[in-house]
Each structure stands twice: as structure tokens, then as C-alpha cells.
């Protein structure tokens, strides 16, 4: 599994309620998304992460969910072009941050995407065609990631926000995801999650440590049969506002 040494995070601001959600789960505080989020550097610091933090941008409701704006490689950044008008513009900060360590491409319009529909597996990629990602933003992510050696699948997703709400990649052919995207893991080891469950197909692997949101488990006990040191995090604030783990960084 890549180990990576950077994470770029943005701290939820005060407008985080007002940005968009499917959940149901009611409106977020803002002081326990703010404990929850330290709390997640927290874990990046002990997972041997040098961790960048920008202060929140109150333009943008879910510019904390910075996974979005761009697809790192060890060769460069891909800003992307989020999909929501609402969220267009959260890329620009990232680019100048990122800058700094990577080479910068770019996806253009009229494509769309954002990194939570983008799930590495080693040197391949999985591309989610979801209302956020459009064929014209994959096929330009594709030609980019060709560029730099690796292949890129695009995948139809229905039912739900991104490609990673529903699976994740935990290394050495583990992956943990819900029935509709078991074609992803086809000769490889897949926790199914159940429905109720659903939220915890959203992990997170981070160097020697995996990261599981904390409250499901079913899922757990399937996970800790693997052996993998665990991290639990508790994520109800990001939760309520459709974020997982992977959404609340940019590693690299
Ligand atoms: N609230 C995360 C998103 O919908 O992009």
C-alpha cells in the first residue's frame, strides 16, 4: 500500500450546516463537527502525516470535504472541477496549496469531477459516473492518469453520492463495500456492509493504521478479523452532512 507523508485539510466554518445533504440526520453542530475534525488531525499525526491545515472558507458550505477537489499521484495534482455549482470554486485554495509539492493538471469544462468518485487500487483507478462525475471529466481523468502510467475503469453508480460512500480499498486485495459495486472487487476479498450499515463501507486506510467510523458493529468485527491496526472515529457531524472519512483529506 502507498505510504503517504502530507495531508491537506480544511476546517469546517460556521455556514457547514448550509451545505448539501441527503441524510436526514438533522443539523450538524458546529462545535462537535470542530472537535471531530481535530480529532481526525489527530489521527493523521499519529499516523506519521505531516498535516497541513487551511483555515475554513465560509463561501463554501462543504469545503471541508477537500477529497473532492483534486486526484493526487506521486506525479501530480489533478484539480478537479466539482460537480455541484455550489461547490465550484472550493479547487482554486487547494491548487495554490498543493502547488507548492505537485505538478498541476486540470480537468476542464465541460468535464466534472470530484475525487470521492475516484477509489485507487494500487496502479489502477476506478472512476464513479455519478450526477457529480460526467463521462467528458473521466474520460479527461483517464487520459491524464494514462499520461503517467496508470489505467483508469469507469464504473456507473446509482444509488448513492459518490463512488467511495460505498467502497473502499483496504490494501493487500481487501476491499469492504456494499452489493452494487461488488464487480470493483471481483477475485479479491470483499466485506459486504449491510444496508444499516452503509455508512461504514466509507474507510480509510492511512499508512500502517485503518480508520473506521465509529458505531457500526458489524462491519467492525468483519474488519478486525483482518488484523489491521483500527483507528475508530466517531463522524456523526460529517455524517449529517453526507462526508466520510476519505472526504476530510488530501493525501499525498
Ligand atoms: N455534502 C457533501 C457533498 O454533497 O458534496
Redesign the pocket.
Known sequence: MHQFTRAIVRKPGKSFAK???TSNLGKPSFELALEQHAAYREMLKQSGIDVIVLEADERYP?GC?VE?TAVVTNEAAIITRPG?PS?LGEEESILQTISKYKKIERITAPGNL?G?DILRVEKKFYIGITK?TNTEGANQLAQLLKKYGYTATQVPVKNI?HLKTGIAYLGDNNFIGVDELKGIAQGKNMIKVEQSEEYSANCLRVNDNLIIPKGFPKSKSQIVSLGYNIIELEMSEFRK???GLT?LSLLF
Do not use: A, V
Request: some cysteine.
Open positions: 451545505g448539501i445533504t462543504d470535504f473532492d455541484d461547490r470530484e470521492g457529480r453520492l452532512m453526507d462526508g472526504c
